[in-house]
């Protein structure tokens, strides 16, 4: 076992999430895992098993090996070339789930305005619409198939 200070750490936000949502108590993963209550209790502050122990985890919960390495520190998400899966979000601080939520809603911007330019231009592949499916031309006011009086 590492012998990281007790305090919340990404493996144990992460530990906690798991046993939130999935509804099971220390004994059962404790048992399941084979180790001591204790441990499992450790783990949850703060303490990092050994990637053998996160293994066991991962598996018990039924996630990706490669997940839970990431959040125990053993890789970086660069190193797998992966992106783990947010936490849950009753797991994240008040400043985390902001800042996802921000992060969201900007990208839901981004994306409106994609779709209005494409809305505004229909895409034509670079070839001049006939007559007959251009929007009608104005001039001083008036409209008409040509825009001429």
Wanted: net charge positive; glycine share 6%.
């Amino acid at each position: 076992m590492s012998t990281q200070t007790a305090q919340e750490t990404e493996w144990s936000k992460y530990l906690t999430s798991l046993m939130t949502v999935q509804k099971v108590k220390n004994s059962e993963v404790a048992d399941a895992i084979g180790v001591s209550r204790s441990t499992l209790t450790n783990w949850q502050k703060g303490v990092v098993p050994d990637w053998k122990q996160v293994r066991a985890v991962a598996l018990f919960f039924d996630r990706p090996i490669s997940e839970a390495l990431i959040r125990a520190g053993f890789l970086t998400a660069e190193e797998l070339e992966f992106v783990a899966p947010p936490l849950a979000p009753e797991s994240m601080s008040n400043e985390q789930l902001l800042l996802v939520l921000k992060d969201r809603l900007d990208e839901l911007a981004s994306l409106r305005k994609i779709v209005a330019a494409n809305e505004a231009e229909p895409d034509t592949g670079g070839k001049k619409l006939p007559a007959a499916d251009r929007p009608p031309k104005t001039i001083r006011g008036r409209q008409g198939p040509t825009g001429r009086r």
